[in-house]
């Protein structure tokens, strides 16, 4: 995970991209469920943040009507194991977890 994270901070949008045609996003989703290792799933949703940040970018300039990483982790399968992150024993997890889908999954979620 720590490689991707250095790769997702560091690369292009090109870069980014093939890295998403190679399975980024499944890596990604299946470090959601390692529930028993926080550090790896701080840094796999320090991944996804970091992805969601440009997908709101790659959404606005290409006039998308939703963010494609969102899309990418729903067709990995990656979204239930998101959503139960927010049940997590580890305050830090929890506190991420609640961050992202305060700030890019509102639009999302019942009132």
């Given at each position: 995970m720590f490689w991707?994270?250095?790769m997702i901070e560091?690369?292009?949008?090109?870069?980014?991209?093939?890295?998403?045609?190679?399975?980024?996003?499944?890596v990604i989703a299946n470090s959601f469920g390692q529930h028993s290792?926080?550090?790896?799933?701080?840094?796999?949703?320090?991944?996804?943040?970091?992805l969601l940040?440009?997908?709101?970018?790659?959404?606005?300039?290409?006039?998308l009507s939703v963010n494609p990483f969102m899309i990418a982790l729903d067709q990995?399968?990656?979204v239930k194991a998101f959503?139960?992150?927010?049940k997590h024993k580890n305050d830090e997890v929890y506190l991420l977890v609640t961050e992202l889908?305060?700030?890019y999954f509102s639009e999302f979620t019942d009132p």
């Open positions: 991707l994270n250095n560091k690369g292009n949008s090109l870069q980014i991209y093939r890295l998403q045609e190679h399975g980024m996003m499944n290792h926080p550090g790896i799933i701080l840094k796999a949703l320090l991944c996804f943040k970091k940040k440009l997908g709101e970018r790659l959404k606005q300039t290409n006039d990995e399968g990656g959503e139960s992150l927010q889908i305060d700030e």
